[in-house]
């Protein structure tokens, strides 16, 4: 039965990827109204960051969830993450005042009431179009999902985490010493530094809390924290870094896998990550959903050509050994080159 779950889930996903492409779209008419440099920076974070919506659309399809609003909000809230990420990281700004009330705009659009902000006030560059239309569509959205009330509490706790961590990890020369000085008071021991920061870089969680708003409430937003945040999210993340080493390595940009003294104790970081995400997705109410999830991170990060240019391709197999993963790998191999993932 499980096995017919998630082919279903899958056959799903791949319909939803149209969907996507058309909320992106719209967002890109919408971009073309900024002026330069935003405008440069906003096509550039949805052509080049298109994967991140794609990914994250999958729990649009959760069981109960209201596809169309759910699909909406996250589609808002990635876009806005990935435009603020390049608007900290592309512009030569490195002002942290400025950075944290650019992500006052992240944080209101998780809250379905209360004032906006000036979102660039602090920023050299300005606009009235497109962020703060982002920031309305998301707000728009929740509202629309009838139990996000029940979970607000923890999108708004993700969403401090994810800023608190694009805030800092854009300061220049100090951001190492200020990130480890933030997770030693913020986290418990146990983990790696880089391990909690990597867990607060994913939005993962956010978008489940979005799909359990549409329905009845069944998961505690306990349950939420404790399988995602750290280990599904840290997953995640720890993953998109593996197969950006090349990049960062050449830009001097921060990767948290830099910090694992060799390959050997970074794959077994990794194996950690991925049976506890495992272990903790199994006891959710919809297993099946979430070992999909975990088993689709390891195929679309392991699938990617930056993988096998890195010779990371042994480090993939080893992780999706005695999983799913081991089928979706070359399925999503076989969709990137047709075209359908990007």
């Not at 009330?149 to 985490?161: C, D, H, K, T, V």
Request: charged share 20%; hydrophobic share 40%.
């Amino acid at each position: 039965m499980g096995t017919l779950k998630r082919f279903f889930l899958i056959a799903d996903y791949l319909t939803l990827i149209r969907q996507v492409r058309r909320e992106l779209h719209m967002w890109s008419a919408l971009a073309e109204q900024l002026p330069s440099p935003l405008r440069e920076q906003a096509r550039a974070s949805l052509r080049d960051k298109e994967f991140h919506c794609l990914g994250g659309a999958v729990y649009a399809l959760y069981p109960g969830a209201a596809r169309h609003k759910v699909l909406r909000a996250i589609v808002a809230l990635q876009t806005i993450s990935d435009y603020l990420d390049n608007l900290c990281d592309r512009l030569q700004v490195f002002d942290e005042s400025a950075f944290r009330t650019l992500h006052l705009s992240f944080q209101d659009a998780l809250r379905t009431d209360g004032p906006s902000h000036r979102y660039y006030a602090e920023y050299p560059y300005t606009e009235q179009v497109y962020l703060p239309r982002l920031v309305r569509v998301c707000q728009e959205s929740l509202r629309c999902l009838p139990h996000y009330g029940a979970y607000q509490e923890a999108a708004l706790y993700l969403g401090e985490q994810y800023c608190q961590l694009q805030v800092l990890k854009h300061l220049g020369p100090q951001r190492e010493q200020l990130l480890k000085e933030w997770i030693d008071r913020s986290f418990p021991a146990g983990l790696r530094w880089q391990e909690w920061a990597a867990a607060c870089g994913s939005t993962l969680a956010i978008f489940f809390c979005f799909a359990l708003a549409s329905s009845e409430p069944r998961v505690t937003p306990e349950a939420v924290l404790d399988a995602y945040f750290p280990w599904i999210q840290g997953l995640h993340i720890l993953l998109d870094y593996v197969i950006d080493q090349d990049e960062d390595a050449r830009h001097g940009d921060l990767n948290f896998t830099f910090y694992y003294p060799s390959r050997r104790q970074l794959s077994t970081a990794l194996q950690v990550f991925a049976a506890e995400s495992r272990s903790r997705a199994a006891n959710l109410p919809n297993p099946e959903f979430h070992l999909t999830v975990v088993d689709g991170l390891l195929a679309l990060y392991g699938s990617d050509p930056k993988a096998k240019l890195q010779n990371h391709t042994a480090l993939f197999r080893r992780l999706s050994r005695g999983s799913y993963a081991a089928y979706y790998l070359p399925a999503c191999a076989i969709l990137r080159r047709l075209g359908v993932l990007s």
